[in-house]
């Protein structure tokens, strides 16, 4: 399947207009394919005490599982100019478990699966000792 990265980078730029960002100012928003061909969009919500804050990312994977569930296929994460920006690292995490090693990420270096972005990950399979004793 032909991924339209253009479309899901103007996707996750017209969500971040409506992200609530009243601190930083740093408007963010994603945007993703899902293994049934969804298309699921999220922004940043921040918040007052800035440990709560929700990256567009959470937002993303939230709509992913209020839609129906999956697997993310591919994603995209844009600053409020459409820039295409790197997750942050907890955002990384969070997008290896919903889409495993092979969810394909547009980087600001062109597109890379997660496995690249975040070598070594710890993902569910990782639990599966623990689950067995």
Known sequence: MAVDWEALRV????????????????HVGAAGL??????????N???????????????????LH??????????????????VIMPCGRCRQILYEAGGATLELMTPEGVMTMAEVLPLAFGPEDLA???EK
């Open 34 to 43: 899902a293994d049934d061909g969804r298309l699921l969009v999220g922004c």
């Open 11 to 26: 996707a996750a730029t017209e969500v971040s207009a409506r992200a609530y960002a009243p601190y930083s100012r740093f």
């Open 66 to 83: 209020a839609t129906g569930g999956g697997r993310l296929m591919h994603v995209v994460c844009v600053n409020g100019s459409g820039e």
């Open 45 to 63: 919500v921040e918040n007052a005490g800035y440990g709560v804050t929700l990256c567009a990312e959470c937002g993303l994977v939230s709509s």
């Open 129 to 131: 000792e623990v689950e």
